[in-house]
């Protein structure tokens, strides 16, 4: 039997456990699931008798090590910052290794050792980074083949709520790591190029900067620019690209409204409140808010952010009970963030039956033979319900076709790796197919940077 060890078995984990047990018994598998909660590790068990649940702490280092050591290939499934230390096991006991998030400067130091031990450390192999890299290296690639050259390239990603399950002001509910969404755009300023002149877009414009997109049979979307899409220039091979901008994508409206929250600085998590547990909802907003001896909350925010009684926009504060007096916080040491997370989670969770939708979009401009180009491409995936979601079948397959890909031998450059080389994203997007994981390419008139298509 050859072994596979996943540490962490969170929401995005169930698609690519069921993969794996589904193709044990024929590919010799045994699986160990290793979570914080034993109870997390075990409920995908079900008395298989290819898997196992283990209690696995990954800040216990016995432990730790001894089930990187029982192993032939670690799927990591933890928060990216606590990857380093389970790369560095594997490195030492010669263990291939395998996650989603994207390649921390600490990961990079890795590649010279996990290259002179012959070990593959795939990373970026998720949803986005993952299936957005494969399937634009499938079309960059095509072009150059074909002759062509590269003149632009947009992606956009999301994870949104299903039409189905869109009950909600903000059509929205949390899909994946709610911490996530918070924070989202913090760090830096998003960086990109649109017909050769750098741009940048700072924190606190970021959600009124937005483009529209719209996607043939599921309507107009907005996108928002994510932190640093230069960097991809190096990765993708378009070093003298005139346009190149990487976004998230939402449902029409919600940015706007999310920059209510980033404006009053609800969205810093930089430093703590006192005695956050008590604080109640309407307290954690008045936090923010001028002090006034006769103004009530309400007023107060209306004020300060422009908003009259009858917008929208507030009706969909008021939805989220954000004013209420008597609901607690409860979070010791909280910062802004977590307090504002605890809030929203109250109202965007998913429910038992609601279903997810990921919506990817890329469009590629290039030049062929004279002729300017253009093919917009996009895929759109419904979740079944909250537990198997359309981001856990997004996240979860390639990563555990590439797992089974590198046990057997199909993978084999070592190092430590993006899925962007043909010999990794031909056949796992291949695989994908059989999943109902397509894209849908159009060959549209080339549009180059249009100005008129930025809502802010």
Same mark, same amino acid.
């Given at each position: ?10 929401? %995005? ?9 589904? *193709? ?81 400067? $600490? ?9 002179? *031990? ?16 494969? %399937? ?11 002759? #062509? ?5 947009? %992606? ?103 920059? =209510?929250?980033?404006?009053? #600085? =609800?969205?810093?998590? %930089? ?37 009259? $009684?009858?917008?929208? =926009? ?32 109250? *109202?965007?969770?998913? $429910? ?52 089974? *890909? ?51």
């Amino acid at each position: 039997m050859r072994h596979i060890l996943i540490i962490g078995a969170g929401r %995005s984990a169930t698609s690519l456990i069921q993969y794996l047990l589904d *193709k044990s018994e024929a590919e010799e598998l045994f699986i160990t699931i290793g979570d914080i909660s034993i109870g997390n590790a075990q409920k995908f068990t079900d008395g298989h008798p290819n898997c196992r649940g283990i209690l696995l702490d990954v800040f216990n280092e016995a432990q730790r090590r001894k089930a990187v050591d029982d192993s032939d290939l670690v799927i990591s499934m933890l928060p990216a910052r606590f990857h380093i230390e389970v790369a560095k096991d594997c490195i030492e006991f010669g263990k291939h290794l395998v996650t989603a998030s994207y390649v921390s400067d $600490q990961m990079q130091l890795l590649d010279v050792k996990a290259k002179a *031990k012959g070990l593959v450390f795939m990373n970026e192999i998720g949803l986005d980074p993952g299936i957005d890299h494969m %399937s634009a290296m499938q079309v960059i690639d095509r072009i150059r083949a074909e002759g #062509g050259k590269m003149l632009l390239f947009e %992606s956009f990603t999301g994870g949104l709520i299903a039409p189905e399950s869109d009950d909600n002001l903000w059509h929205y509910k949390f899909t994946w790591n709610p911490r996530n969404v918070i924070l989202a755009g913090q760090g830096g300023a998003a960086e990109f190029i649109q017909e050769g002149t750098y741009k940048y877009i700072p924190y606190h414009r970021l959600f009124r900067r937005t483009e529209f997109l719209d996607v043939e049979g599921h309507g107009r979307f907005e996108g928002y620019a994510n932190r640093n899409s230069l960097k991809y220039r190096k990765i993708y091979g378009l070093e003298n690209i005139l346009t190149l901008y990487r976004g998230t994508i939402r449902h029409l409206g919600f940015s706007k409204a999310w920059n =209510m929250f980033v404006q009053l #600085g =609800m969205t810093d998590d %930089s430093y703590i409140i006192p005695n956050s547990e008590n604080l109640t909802y309407r307290g954690f907003v008045n936090l923010f808010l001028p002090y006034s001896p006769t103004d009530s909350v309400e007023l107060k925010m209306r004020h300060n952010l422009k908003i009259d $009684q009858d917008d929208l =926009m507030w009706g969909k504060l008021e939805e989220l009970d954000i004013f209420n007096a008597e609901k607690k916080i409860g979070i010791k040491d909280a910062t802004p963030a977590l307090a504002l997370q605890r809030i929203l989670e109250d *109202k965007w969770t998913l $429910q038992k039956h609601d279903k997810d939708m990921i919506v990817m979009y890329h469009k590629f401009g290039y030049e062929l033979n004279g002729e300017k180009k253009q093919i917009d491409s996009t895929m759109v995936i419904k979740g079944d319900d909250q537990v198997q979601t359309a981001m856990a079948k997004t996240v979860g397959l390639p990563v555990a076709i590439a797992a089974l *890909k590198i046990l057997n031998e199909e993978i084999t450059t070592p190092g430590v790796l993006l899925p962007i080389a043909k010999e990794v994203y031909e056949p796992i997007l291949k695989e994908l197919e059989s999943f109902g994981i397509t894209f849908n390419e159009k060959h549209v008139p080339y549009m180059g940077y249009n100005p008129n298509n930025v809502s802010g």
